[in-house]
């Protein structure tokens, strides 16, 4: 099966494909989409083969469950019951947007898109091509991102056809992602809010609007061996095929260990991979060299960071050694999926 592909912008939908892949969903079939955050690979949430076409098509570890889109907010209450006060409260604020909340699951939602588990993630996309299918699609669908298991998240349609073209049934294309990394997700099924995953929204933005909100001790990049709770932190994840190095410590000390290390790799002929940003990008020489983006629009550097690591790939790079990126408002979330595609090496200079 080759998947068919509808180009479309969020200010112009192609309504009649986005219709079409809504019927693809209601007959059982997987549809990926583009969401402000990363592309989805969508299937009907409620139907329990369709969320198991949709591990065999991503080789993902069963184990892993899925986050359930809606796209009214009053369908929450189809896929979870007893909704903290503060849960209600957070959704009013961030949703539409790249929030997913843990509650505990309704009898209308498989234990095959909850990996077996006794609560459901839930999050309502800003993305309107996302929520014009979800709609299509009688309002549920169960969509990881429309990656093969272990790839980068995919934030092209180009990245989705690379992995899963011939898997799945169609592909919405709605061009580049705008944020370029995973949705926060926030636990409220154990008392105080926790993030198990870090996004767009961070912990100061969250606290802001609930008051205290903790983070999981598993996904601080300081404890690499503290297990996270989210079952699909766990694995090594976003990883590049190359062996991936981040330098971290004051600019120029920097600049000048990865020149170091690039060369000393390069002498011995193994191909050598350079992550920096605009403001360092002269800095270097040797090597197969990309900009991220400027650390001054961190934005760009969440963009781009999955889709730098798929061209490393495609360069066939045997090492990569990159700057690192502790951004005021993203950098923690840009630092733990950079970290995990490293397998936790890191360097301090
Ligand atoms: P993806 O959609 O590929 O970005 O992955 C979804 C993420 O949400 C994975 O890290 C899952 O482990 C996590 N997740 C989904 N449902 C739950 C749940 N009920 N409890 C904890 N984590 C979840
Ligand atoms: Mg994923």
Redesign the pocket.
Known sequence: MKAWVARMTEEHPDEDAIQKAGEVLKSGGLAAFPTET?Y?LGGNALDAAASKKIYAAKG?PSD????VHIARMEDLETVARNIPENARKLAEACWPGPL?M?LE?TEAVPYET??G?D???VRFPSNKIAQALILAAGGFVA???ANTSGRP?PTTAAHVIEDLGDKIDCILDGGMVDIGL??T?V?F?EGTPMI??PGYLNQEMLEKILGTVKMDPGILAEQPNTRP??????YRHYAPKADLTIVEGPEKEVVSKIRELAGQQMAQGIRVGIICTDETRTEYSGGDVKSIGARSDEASIARHLYGILREFDDDHVEVIYSEAFDTPKMGQAIMNRLLKAAGHKRLKV
């Open positions: 990363v989805g993902r892993n469950p899925l986050i997913t843990i699951k909850t990996g588990l609560t459901v993630a969509a990881p991102s998240s995973e949705s997700i636990d099924t198990l995953r709770k989210a079952p699909g932190m766990r």
